[in-house]
């Protein structure tokens, strides 16, 4: 048994005090690691860096403690237990870091706990301690980890769908925007017993499982609806004035689709609890999902606010995110590449999968908002009609494949500058149009008989439920198995060549006929200077049609207002006027 501590020694400083004690440790010296980055955000983000001075002992007796490389900690052999004792400094406002202040405390396991090299597996213990001072004794604890022993009470939970108003926080913060739509592997199907809404004794399996736990703690607005049978918490920390009755509801029709979507004969969740934690700033989004839970980070004006009947476009934003990242606990956190297992926390992780783990996720999130009766289907065909709009007036997708955009997130997607519409393309915006075109091609390919559903499903049966990896390859042996034809052309040519899916043809085959319009059109919202999409359907009578448009001149360029009020390019487009002026990003 690994046993930590953690305790918000100085909000207002943001500092996180933590210790480790290990009772059997390595007899030429152990070894403590933190992770250089956190799964599903690919990108090493050096989390070592905001570790303070580090001090060992062994009873009453100080232990020397070295520090050997960037990230790892090694202490002279000792006879008993050994316990490190650290500080965090904790001002990282995302879902994937860690962030305190007087109002309120956040950590992702990967930010702040060291794992003991050598004891990956050893079952875990974590004491989160409340703060001291009278300001934090209504402070509460909110996280999925399976709690063991934590004090008595809990904030009012709102019972989703009969609330009869709006709930109120006050003391939120505000500002600081949030993290990609990131993704993150597991393996296994338990969700875990179920987590804590208050300071204690909680537990992990694992050290793996330990960081896969974000918590939450502060006075934040909480409550819960069943789906399928399975409790789900929603927390939300900050200012707000948001509809939790019709929030809850909305999430319920979210969660009971995708668990039926991957078992519709039994509707079986796979895992026995699940939570929200959704940070409301100023202006921010983004998520990052865990195997029972997910950290988001939303606007105030994306909530829905009472006797407000119509799902806004900001609120539309909001549930798409839930919908990705609960998509997330299936597909990525259980269905995952055979190269994430394990994770390998010191260094880059390669995979060529993420078109399909991020991709096909993308494409489902809003997808499961009509499916649900969220969105109207002409409103879904509009969202489909301006992704498709994005990625092909990007240039960059001619020049890299969605497979290598997939192997080189850590050093590109995730590090993206001025050049970077004119030389990648986006794993998710075109791996979502790759699923949209492999769903309609099995579609086609069985009558309707077969579609992009049962690949998932056949790869939850394989893979996520067994929790083995999923090795290169077999997504493209599995749906060319679903749909009864060879389909390695398909693959070569837009998952692993730059080849645009065949978007107009089968989607026509759906009776959507799809037009396109040059870019630079009156309302055209593009930027990088190829085309804008437009969708109509027939389907239940209904239909999109627009007006003949005037073509308009554009610059092909980005433009921004500096701090001084003058006008600068932020991003010269390939192919447009801007760049065949002979002008750079930064004039």
């Known amino acids: 048994m690994i046993r930590y ?95 305190l202040d007087d109002s309120h405390g956040f950590f992702n396991g990967a930010n702040v706990f060291l794992l003991v090299e050598g004891q990956r597996e050893s079952a875990c213990e974590i004491e989160i301690i409340r703060p001291v001072g009278e300001r934090y004794q209504d402070w509460k604890v909110a996280t999925s980890l399976a709690g063991t022993a934590v004090d008595e009470g809990g904030p009012a939970v709102v019972d989703g769908g009969r609330d009869a108003g709006p709930a109120v926080v ?62 789900h918490h929603v927390v939300l920390t900050g200012r707000h004035r948001a509809d939790m009755a019709r929030l809850t509801t ?111 996720t993308d494409y489902y999130d809003d997808l499961m908002l009509v499916r649900c009766g969220l969105i109207t289907t002409l409103e879904y065909l509009e969202i489909e009609a301006d992704g498709i709009g994005r990625v092909f007036s990007q240039a960059g997708r001619t020049k890299q ?8 997130a850590w050093i590109k997607y995730y590090r993206q500058d001025e050049s970077s519409p004119n030389s990648i393309v986006s794993y998710y915006q075109k791996g979502a149009l790759v699923g949209m075109a492999l769903d309609l091609t099995i579609r086609e390919a069985t009558q309707d008989r077969q579609s992009l559903d049962d690949v998932m499903r056949q790869l939850w049966t394989r893979f996520g439920k067994t929790g083995v990896g999923v090795p290169e390859g077999e997504i493209e042996r599995v749906a060319s198995e679903i749909a009864g034809i060879d389909l390695s052309h398909f693959f070569v040519q837009t998952v692993y060549g730059t ?20 870019h630079g059109t009156n309302g055209s919202t593009g930027t990088s200077g190829a085309s804008g999409a437009s969708g109509a359907s027939s389907v239940k009578g209904a239909s999109i049609t627009k007006a003949p448009e005037r073509v308009l001149p554009t610059l092909g360029a980005k433009l921004i207002i500096d701090g001084n009020g003058d006008a600068k390019l932020a991003q010269v487009f390939d192919g447009g006027s801007a760049l065949a002026a002979g002008l750079s990003a930064g004039d």
Request: glycine share 12%; charged share 20%; aromatic share 10%.
């Open 499 to 518: 080849a645009d899916p065949d978007l107009v043809r089968l989607l026509a085959t759906a009776g959507i006929p799809l037009s396109w319009r040059a």
């Open 250 to 360: 909305d999430l319920q029709k979210i969660c009971e689709a995708q668990i039926r979507l991957f078992e519709p004969e039994t509707a079986a969740a796979p895992m026995s609890e699940y939570w929200f934690l959704i940070t409301v700033v100023g202006d921010g989004f983004g998520g990052l999902e865990h195997r029972a839970s997910t950290a988001l980070i939303v606007s105030r004006d994306e909530l829905p606010l009472a006797n407000e009947p119509r799902v806004t476009t900001g609120y539309r934003k909001l549930l798409s995110l839930v919908s990705h990242e609960y998509f997330h606990t299936w597909n990525v956190k259980r269905i995952l590449p055979a190269r994430f297992t394990p994770y390998d926390l010191t260094q880059e992780n390669y995979t060529k999968q993420l078109w399909f783990f991020e991709g096909f």
């Open 5 to 99: 501590r953690i305790i918000p020694v100085h909000p207002a400083a943001h500092l996180f005090e933590v210790t480790v004690t290990v009772d059997k440790t390595d007899q030429s010296g152990q070894r403590f690691m933190l992770p250089t980055w956190i799964p599903g955000s690919y990108m090493i983000r050096e989390f070592a860096r905001h570790i303070g001075r580090v001090v060992a002992c062994s009873g009453d007796e100080s232990v020397a403690c070295e520090k050997i490389n960037k990230c790892t900690w090694q202490c002279a052999p000792v006879k008993g237990a050994l316990t490190l004792t650290y500080t965090v400094y904790a001002w990282d406002l995302s879902v994937r870091g860690a962030h």
């Open 170 to 231: 006050d003391g939120g913060r505000d500002g600081g925007p949030g993290g990609g739509r990131d993704g993150g592997p597991g393996g296994g199907l338990d969700g875990g017993p179920g987590g804590g809404l208050d300071f204690g004794l909680y537990k992990a399996t694992n050290y793996d499982e330990l960081i896969d736990h974000p918590v939450e703690m502060g006075n934040f607005t909480h409550a819960s609806f069943d789906a399928c049978g399975v409790k």
């Open 401 to 408: 494949s969605v497979a290598e955009s997939s192997f080189d």
